[in-house]
Structures are given as structure tokens and as C-alpha cells.
């Protein structure tokens, strides 16, 4: 098993540019999350997912766009990239269970000019 | 809503010499509880993992976690600092149903030589 991947794993964006970040898992986990890491602040979810087709906001969803088309896929999209969006972005699976432990994948550093 | 506050930001300990990386956490139930290590630009690793069983949790690498509800602690030991040790940790909290995640903002530990 992969676990839990990220593409790319860096990107430089001007302003105003748009990307999408790829999170693929071959766990056939139901929960999917995006997070971003900025220094001090630990990881803030954004957006996540609890199946496919279906999407919900985190703490700090704004500018953001995401979609679940397939259960293995969740795409993390920026339309109109910011400054502000600099970032290391995490994504992670869950299944439901006992264990309770996500699964992390290995993280994409985003820097917007 | 739950909340976890790692309560120092930086620690330093010099090689051989005990750790102690302390975390309290606030929570309407029973929770989940969590450390996590990020090695300098790496993803996050699973240190260890309270769910309601033992409440001294052993971990990898020689970690352990004691849970204290009379407290609300989970903090982080380890009885010798090694090199290989210095990274960020993050304490982490569970919802109530065990589906999402709230981070501390994390504790860099540095060791000396």
C-alpha cells in the first residue's frame, strides 16, 4: 500500500494564479481531510469529506474549493491564489473503527508570489 | 468543542537527559488523544494514542504518555533525549466522534549535544 500520497509536492504560484492539489489514499478510507500548517498554529483543517461525492468546511475554508468525485481522490483547489496561502498543506484519511488514527500523507509546500 | 494547548512552545533538553513535553486538553466526553512528530520538512508520524483503554500509553522510540483526567493532561515523556529526537511535536484531541481533529500548536524540542 502507498497510504496516503500528495501531488505536487512543491509549487511556486504568482498571485492570482490557480492550482489544484491532488490527495489520492488506496486505504478505501471514507474520511478524507485537507489541512494547511503555518508556523505556530499547528494543522487547521479546511475542507473535508466523509464519502465520495460529498464535501464539508473546516476552521478555515476560505479561498478554497474541494471535491470528491471518487472515493479515493480528494482535490484541493485555489481559484485566485494569495499570499496568505502560503502554506504546507497536508491531506489525510480516516476509516471508522477502533483505531482512530488518521493517516497522513507527505505534504505539498505552497509558496504564492 | 474541544481544545488541546501544548504549553511550551520550545523545549530543550541536552542528549541523555529526560523529556517532558506537556499538553492539557478540554473536552466535553471522553476523548481521544494524540502525539504526533514532524521531523524538519517530513510529514507526521504517529507517536502514540489514548483511546479510553490504559491510561499510560507507550509509544514509539521510547515515548510514553500518561492520560490524567483529573488534570486534563496527556503529556509526552521519554527518559533519554536522543539526537534523532529533535522535531515538533503535536498533541491532538478527537470530536466525540472520533471523526476530527483538533491540534495543539505544537512544541519544538531541540537537543544538545
Known amino acids: 500500500n502507498a497510504g496516503v500520497t500528495q501531488t505536487p509536492k512543491f509549487r511556486v504560484l504568482k498571485t492570482g494564479q490557480s492550482m489544484t492539489l491532488l490527495c489520492a489514499q488506496d486505504?478505501?478510507?471514507?474520511?478524507m481531510y485537507w489541512y494547511r500548517q503555518d508556523p505556530g498554529m499547528g494543522l487547521r483543517l479546511i475542507h473535508y469529506?466523509?464519502?465520495?461525492?460529498?464535501?464539508a468546511k473546516g476552521e478555515v475554508p476560505d479561498g478554497y474549493n474541494v471535491s470528491r468525485l471518487k472515493k479515493q481522490n480528494f482535490l484541493l483547489g485555489l481559484e485566485s491564489a494569495a499570499p496568505s496561502q502560503t502554506s504546507v498543506y497536508f491531506c489525510?484519511?480516516?476509516?471508522?473503527?477502533?483505531?482512530?488514527?488518521?493517516?497522513f500523507g507527505p505534504g505539498t509546500r505552497l509558496t504564492v508570489t | 468543542a474541544q481544545s488541546v494547548t501544548q504549553l511550551d512552545s520550545h523545549v530543550s533538553v541536552s542528549e541523555g537527559t529526560p523529556v517532558l513535553l506537556r499538553c492539557n486538553y478540554s473536552?466535553?466526553?471522553?476523548?481521544?488523544l494524540f502525539w504526533y512528530v514532524q521531523h524538519p520538512n517530513k510529514g507526521l508520524q504517529l507517536l502514540l494514542k489514548?483511546?479510553?483503554?490504559?491510561?499510560l500509553v507507550k509509544g514509539i522510540n521510547g515515548f510514553e504518555a500518561e492520560f490524567k483526567k483529573s488534570e486534563t493532561s496527556f503529556h509526552l515523556t521519554k527518559p533519554s533525549a536522543h539526537m534523532s529526537d529533535a522535531a515538533e511535536y503535536f498533541c491532538?484531541?478527537?470530536?466525540?466522534?472520533?471523526?476530527?481533529?483538533?491540534f495543539g500548536g505544537g512544541t519544538r524540542l531541540m537537543v544538545k549535544p
Open positions: 473536552s466535553s466526553y471522553s476523548p481521544s
Open positions: 489514548y483511546t479510553s483503554a490504559a491510561t
Open positions: 469529506s466523509v464519502g465520495e461525492g460529498t464535501t
Open positions: 491532538v484531541v478527537t470530536n466525540n466522534a472520533g471523526n476530527m481533529l483538533t
Open positions: 489525510a484519511s480516516w476509516s471508522t473503527g477502533a483505531y482512530y488514527e488518521q493517516y
Open positions: 486505504m478505501n478510507h471514507e474520511y
